[in-house]
């Protein structure tokens, strides 16, 4: 699949970019967006970049902590919860 479908929501869409490598591409569909599951897209990808400080900020701007988990794992956890 070249594209991520157009049924899937902005966050949905990221974790596609994410997958396939393009983590700017992944960054750019949540960076403007303000809702939690956004923020929590937002904290996966900064904690893939290694910028815990800016990760942890926005673990808290979704009500959430860091979890204690490897990238693959959360990743796995984030698809299978917005699906």
């Known amino acids: 699949m070249d594209a991520p479908g157009d049924q899937l929501s902005a966050p949905l869409i ?9 983590w700017n591409a992944a960054h750019s569909r949540v960076d403007h967006l303000s809702d939690r599951v956004s923020a929590r897209i937002h904290a996966y990808l900064h904690r893939k970049e290694g910028d815990i400080w800016n990760a942890d900020y926005w673990y808290r701007r979704a009500g959430e902590s860091r979890p204690q988990i490897s990238l693959e794992e959360e990743w796995e956890e984030l698809v299978l919860r917005y699906l």
Do not use: H, I, R
């Open 14 to 22: 990221a974790l596609w970019y994410d997958a396939k490598g393009d």
